[in-house]
């Protein structure tokens, strides 16, 4: 058997990171003024009855620079923007790739219940969204390469993880390559007198941290968050299909569907409600994550109603949600209005509504506007579906009047789950602006879920949608995610250049939950297998403090980034040198 954690050190190169990315196990997101990688090989044994599997790796970026107001370095897009991939049309801004492999597959007719449609699946996803793009781009310069650092400067890459077939381990990597002092200048030799060793690895302060996919840190500092999550327990979360009736003669029992959903719901209030202790990485105060978070559940479905007001207490919520079980209609408008009670009362600095279901709200009086709603219905709408539209409504009122940010999970959807072609005049009269209905006339579940999820201005309003597709394996990852918006972000490592090199060779395992890790007396486990086909977001943020001095003059530092994955099964020592 070959030694999995073997490695070669080669030279890296934008062009080597692109077509290296897709058959291997480790590779490299390139940083520094001058980079390496490490590759490891897979290997496959033919002519046997065995089939090795595939762990696929693929990272892209988008990387700024808060340097000079204009300059060579920047792309053509202008600044702060250097370079990203993918890149089609090589101004800069990285484009927009589907933060959800599994719903881009279902949308384009794969069958991911199978072997075969899940390998043509990845790779034709690869080849949409991770081919060599950029013509005249030159892909043989390093990915990170300034040559006129000046105090005061920062600069920033978020790196996309996407791994394919399996769940794995990954850790981040990292190694200084060459720290030079390129002679001494005048100014520079009055204040330091070592000829041959550079000051810039121990100037140059590194910030690293689980990011959203936004490519700024926001922890929280200090601010009040109310979250309330609504948690769909109508009869179909015990079915296959969501839009078939609830029994035997209409549908696939799924005796596991809301088992795992209690579960990944259970998750994001841990994760929610951890208080991360990163006393040991020396943060300034104003960077420490110390959000005061409370969380609120609503049922909708079988008992619809809030079942737990504003609390931080974790049990309380965990017991609610274990005694819930799945019966009835979609109430979804019922449960977005009690969502509005609670959050019309409340002064948090930020405010969420998480949506967790698996269907379409249902056209009953249950769902129709009434003589108390906060909203009128929508003159001239005629309602052949009252339930979509009216959860529409609701959802531009949180966001426009209470100011809550609103993140739909939609759980074991399939696409093409329509509702009925009523509720176009109503998106055509201004409820979801610019959204394109298609040529069908028809709006499907999945839609609407994304057509409820568009933040108002704030922190995390840089996305256009926060709508999230996941099936049983996946819903976890998404909804810690979704903490990771509500609750902040959480750093690795802050340091210098220096310090982070040394802590990242030896690798850091990335972990699902970051805040609950961060947490020493949460009683909750530490997830350190990644799913695959979710995608996870690393920032690299850089700055040389505007007080750092002359001893810096002509000083180059090159280092290498790296991202590993390895995969879990049978897998007790991830990344261990093998004997």
Request: charged residues 20%.
């Amino acid at each position: 058997m070959a030694d999995k954690n073997s490695t070669d050190s080669i030279g890296l190169s934008r062009r080597k990171v692109l077509a290296g990315l897709g058959a291997v196990g480790v590779a490299s997101a390139g940083a520094g003024l001058g980079t390496t990688a490490y590759f490891n090989d897979t290997e496959s044994f033919e002519g046997n009855t065995l089939t090795a599997g595939q762990l696929d790796l693929l990272v892209d970026w988008q990387q700024t620079y808060n340097g000079p107001a204009e300059g060579p370095m920047y792309a053509p897009a202008g600044y702060p923007y250097i370079n990203a991939y993918p890149d089609s049309d090589g101004d800069g801004i990285q484009d927009d790739v589907p933060q959800s492999f599994v719903i881009w597959a279902k949308r384009n007719g794969y069958d991911l219940n199978t072997a075969q449609g899940t390998s043509d699946a990845v790779a034709d996803f690869k080849d949409a969204f991770f081919a060599d793009l950029g013509e005249g781009q030159d892909w043989e310069a390093p990915l990170i390469s300034l040559d006129d650092v000046k105090p005061g400067d920062t600069g920033e890459v978020t790196m996309s993880l996407h791994f394919f077939n399996n769940p794995a381990y990954v850790q981040l990597t990292g190694a200084k390559t060459d720290e030079s002092e390129n002679g001494l200048t005048e100014p520079e030799s009055e204040v330091d007198d070592t000829a041959d060793a550079g000051e810039l690895g121990d100037a140059v302060d590194v910030l690293i941290w689980n990011d959203d996919g936004d490519n700024v840190y926001e922890p929280r500092n200090g601010q009040d968050v109310d979250v309330v999550v609504l948690f769909d327990t109508s009869c179909s979360m015990d079915w296959a299909d969501s839009s078939a009736g609830c029994n035997a003669n209409q549908n696939t029992a799924a005796p596991e569907k809301f088992p795992q959903a209690q579960a990944g719901a259970k998750a994001l209030f841990e994760e929610l409600l951890a208080e991360p202790d990163v006393s040991g990485l020396g943060l300034p105060a104003d960077m420490v994550p110390d959000a005061n978070v409370r969380v609120a559940l609503v049922e909708y479905g079988n008992n619809t109603g809030v079942k737990q007001p504003f609390t931080q207490d974790l049990d309380a919520l965990r017991d609610e949600i274990d005694g819930m079980s799945p019966g009835s209609s979609t109430f979804l408008p019922t449960a977005l209005e009690e969502a509005i009670d609670l959050l019309e009362g409340s002064e948090a600095d930020e405010k969420c509504v998480v949506v967790i279901g698996d269907g379409q709200p249902h056209d009953e009086p249950n769902n129709e506007p009434g003589p108390n709603s906060p909203v009128s219905p929508l003159a001239g709408v005629t309602y052949d579906s009252w339930g979509a539209t009216y959860s529409v409504q609701l959802t531009e009122y949180l966001e426009q009047t209470v100011g809550a940010n609103i993140l739909t999970v939609h759980y074991e959807v399939d696409p093409d789950v329509s509702l009925a072609q009523g509720i176009d005049t109503a998106f055509a009269q201004g409820t979801a602006p610019g959204y394109d209905i298609g040529t069908d006339g028809e709006i499907d579940t999945i839609e609407l879920f994304e057509i409820m999820a568009s933040p108002v201005s704030g922190d995390i309003a840089d996305l256009s949608r926060f709508s999230f597709a996941a099936d049983r394996d996946r819903l976890v990852c998404v909804l810690h995610r979704i903490a990771h918006l509500c609750a902040g972000e959480v750093p690795l490592f802050a340091g210098s250049l220096n310090g982070a090199l040394q802590a990242l060779d030896d690798g850091v395992l990335l972990v699902g939950n970051p805040r609950v890790e961060a947490d020493p007396d949460i009683d909750a486990p530490v997830r350190s297998v990644l799913e695959w086909s979710c995608t996870y977001y690393i920032g690299f943020e850089w700055s040389v403090d505007a007080a750092v001095g002359n001893e810096i003059q002509t000083d180059s530092i090159e280092f290498e980034l790296g991202v590993a994955a390895e995969q879990a099964r049978h897998n007790d020592t991830p990344f261990a040198t093998a004997p």
